[in-house]
């Protein structure tokens, strides 16, 4: 496995990998014993990043499309992540409401297609 894959299938951003780690690939026993033992390295690059972009969307409760849109394009640490949460500037605001309005609205077309569903199983 490529150390790109085995990263984004371990939820860490690369280039804060050990050289070890990025300039070999992986077999699939070397990537299963990553998961279930993972070394400091991996543990801490878990617990404090710098993330990759899909962890940071995720922890700020937003979308990789509206980071984009945000301009955030640097990965971010968790001591990051946390301050922007704590203090959160306008852009982040605007991205959680667009963000919730997302979900609403599949929460709510998710439902009409069951209603339908059920109306024609009757």
Do not use: C
Not at 11 to 30: D, V
Not at 84 to 101: D, G, H, M, N
Not at 102 to 112: F, G, I, L, M, S
């Amino acid at each position: 496995m490529k150390p790109a894959t085995a990263a984004k299938k371990l939820g860490i951003y690369l280039p804060a990998a050990p050289e070890s780690f990025q300039a070999n690939a992986l077999t699939r026993a070397e990537f299963q014993e990553l998961q279930e033992t993972p070394p400091e390295w991996l543990v801490q690059l878990r617990l404090n990043g710098p993330h990759p972009r899909d962890v940071v969307a995720r922890k700020l409760g937003v979308s990789v499309s509206g980071l984009a849109r945000s301009e955030v394009t640097e990965a971010l640490t968790t001591a990051e992540i946390s301050a922007l949460l704590a203090s959160p500037p306008p852009w982040l605001v605007r991205e959680r409401a667009t963000q919730a309005a997302v979900r609403a609205e599949n929460a709510r077309a998710k439902q009409a297609r069951a209603d339908e569903a059920a109306r024609t199983a009757d």
